[in-house]
């Protein structure tokens, strides 16, 4: 896959890091999709169907986990590499990601 065909979904409410993360990304040509929220994270997961998604832990409406557990729902069998870029970092957070079915760095 040439990296101008993935589309990666980024899901923070925060806007300084969807515009740093966006930036990084378009600069090496990738599609991005972004959302503000967890309820968004997964409208925009379904409307897109991006490769990768980067999400937030903490965010309104539904928080990261929740959102994560619906999008990896959706996706079924296929298999959807979702990262959690959040500043929780104690060892229950980490096993909090797992669990949703993400990977927290």
């Keep these: 896959m040439n990296v101008n065909e993935l589309t990666v979904l980024i899901a923070d409410d925060t806007p300084v890091s969807i515009n740093v993360i966006r930036k990084f990304l378009e600069l ?9 929220n967890g309820q968004e994270a997964i409208d925009r997961f379904v409307d897109s169907k991006p490769d990768i998604v980067v999400m937030d832990v903490m965010m309104p409406v539904k928080n990261g986990y929740e959102a994560t557990k619906e999008i990896k729902a959706i996706a079924g069998d296929k298999w959807i590499p979702l990262i959690f870029l959040s ?7 980490h096993v909090a990601g797992l669990n949703a079915g993400g990977m927290l760095i």
């Design 87 to 93: 500043s929780k970092n104690t060892a229950d957070d």
């Design 28 to 36: 090496k040509g990738v599609n991005v999709v972004h959302a503000t």
